[in-house]
T-cell receptor, first 118, second 117 residues
Framework: AQKVTQAQTEISVVEKEDVTLDCVYE???????LFWYKQPPSGELVFLIR??????QNEISGRYSWNFQKSTSSFNFTITASQVVDSAVYFC???????????????FGKGTRLSVIA | ETGVTQTPRHLVMGMTNKKSLKCEQH?????MYWYKQSAKKPLELMFV???????ENNSVPSRFSPECPNSSHLFLHLHTLQPEDSALYLC????????????????FGQGTRLTVV
């Protein structure tokens, strides 16, 4: 069965600090996809990144970077030089390979609430 | 307009009421989802519609009844709910795997904050 664990429930940092949000996943499939979403106070989940299981290259997008390591089943997310606007709940999610229906909904972790203090 | 729109944003209903949540997507996707987000729980998948047919029902009580009249609209009909059903209900859409051959990301609406009194 698939499972996503975000062990950090809440994190508080001071503005301009770097912060890493941890994500550990479980799956029996060799083909799967990993995602990160941001949920600001307004409620909607904002897509940040998708990574497939065959691509272990780390990715950087501005102040955001992601470290995918299959050996430890982890897909960690780092925000560099954090800003107050980064305050939100961040969700890691997993989608396994195609089912008979052709659809593989996301399974989410419990989320990490990040508070960036000015 | 945003990609996925949910109405109403907030809803308070009594346990004997009947109400409906609405979701509309303007992204041309052919799969739509209902998720429930309760305090201190992971996002729980409730229903999946792919090509307007229900393909997954995650053991959701019958007091929740989904409807997908076309690929752009998804409803969640509510009746005789319980206080523990109070939560944020999120709608999402994506492009179905069988069409694209890959897992695309899901796009979410802002949710309906439901309170059952």
């Amino acid at each position: 069965a698939q499972k996503v664990t975000q062990a950090q429930t809440e994190i508080s940092v001071v503005e301009k600090e770097d912060v890493t949000l941890d994500c550990v996943y479980e799956t029996r499939d060799t083909t799967y996809y990993l995602f990160w979403y941001k949920q600001p106070p307004s409620g909607e989940l904002v897509f940040l990144i998708r990574r497939n299981s065959f691509d272990e290259q780390n990715e950087i997008s501005g102040r955001y970077s992601w470290n995918f390591q299959k050996s430890t089943s982890s897909f960690n997310f780092t925000i560099t030089a954090s800003q107050v606007v980064d305050s939100a709940v961040y969700f890691c999610a997993l989608s396994e390979a195609q089912t008979l229906s052709g659809n593989t909904p996301l399974v989410f972790g419990k989320g990490t609430r990040l508070s960036v203090i000015a | 307009e945003t990609g996925v729109t949910q109405t109403p944003r907030h809803l308070v209903m009594g346990m004997t009421n009947k109400k409906s949540l609405k979701c509309e997507q303007h992204l041309g996707h052919n799969a739509m989802y209902w998720y429930k987000q309760s305090a201190k729980k992971p996002l729980e998948l409730m229903f999946v519609y792919s090509l307007e047919e229900r393909v997954e029902n995650n053991s959701v009580p019958s007091r929740f009844s989904p409807e997908c009249p076309n690929s752009s609209h998804l409803f969640l009909h509510l009746h005789t709910l319980q206080p523990e059903d109070s939560a944020l209900y999120l709608c999402a859409s994506s492009q179905d795997l069988s069409v694209t051959g890959m897992n695309t990301e899901a796009f979410f609406g802002q949710g309906t904050r439901l309170t059952v009194v």
